[in-house]
């Protein structure tokens, strides 16, 4: 009996350890395969990081050649007011700057990418309606050519009451302009000829902005000094 039951715990123990050595086979394979899945993923992530660093070298590349390009292109000029034509969206009406013959034309060109114009367009509106009567016309050309529904949420979106909305829908200005340097400002004399160029942001609600607006008002005659 003694013998039997020796026999019984001999097989449980071989069983056991065939169990435990196949188990330790199976978690030595999986620890294999899962080392080479390993490796396989760590290659795959360096490839991927060496590709996206290539492209992001030729992303820059790219763009350092356009910045130069467009750093040595003369400054654009409007003096031949035939050529610019822009969109009033208020109206569905085509404007050439001709159109506001006559009076001192303030153009600014502004984009929704440009940050210094989000904080210069609440101050352009706000002189607008300072010299509301005025022989002086603010005109915001948005530069955008991703059609007017957009700039429109964006304009709404930071509280800015741009009347009318213009924008640059022939786009007889943005191939003509460093669209990387707005925004840029144009003071236009009631003859069509340009006065003073602006490549910075200015504070357009300034008494020194007021000052200066009146300045060319004097200056072309269409207020008495």
Request: hydrophobic share 40%.
């Amino acid at each position: 009996m003694a013998s039997k039951n020796r026999t019984v715990i001999i097989g449980i123990i071989a069983v056991i350890c065939v169990l435990a050595a196949g188990l330790f086979l199976k978690q030595r394979m999986d620890s294999g395969e899962q080392r080479q899945q390993q490796i396989a993923v760590e290659k795959r992530t360096k490839e991927f990081r060496a590709e996206a660093e290539k492209a992001r070298k030729e992303q820059e590349e790219r763009a350092e050649k356009r910045r130069e390009e467009l750093k040595n292109r003369p400054p654009f000029r409007p003096d031949t007011t035939r050529e610019i034509v822009f969109g009033n969206m208020d109206d569905g009406k085509a404007y050439a700057l001709s159109s506001f013959k006559g009076k001192l034309l303030v153009v600014n060109l502004w984009g929704m990418w440009c940050k210094p114009c989000i904080r210069e367009l609440p101050r352009f509106v706000a002189a607008q309606k300072f010299f509301q009567g005025a022989p002086v016309a603010f005109v915001a050309v948005s530069m955008d050519n991703t059609g007017q529904a957009p700039v429109r949420r964006f304009l709404k979106r930071h509280n800015i009451e741009l009347t009318p909305l213009y924008m640059d829908t022939q786009r007889s200005i943005r191939h003509r302009e460093n669209m990387m340097a707005l925004p840029v400002t144009w003071i236009i004399g009631p003859d069509g000829k340009l006065l003073r160029r602006v490549e910075q942001p200015a504070d357009w609600g300034s008494k020194e902005s007021q000052q200066f607006i009146l300045f060319y008002l004097k200056q072309t005659g269409l207020l008495k000094k």
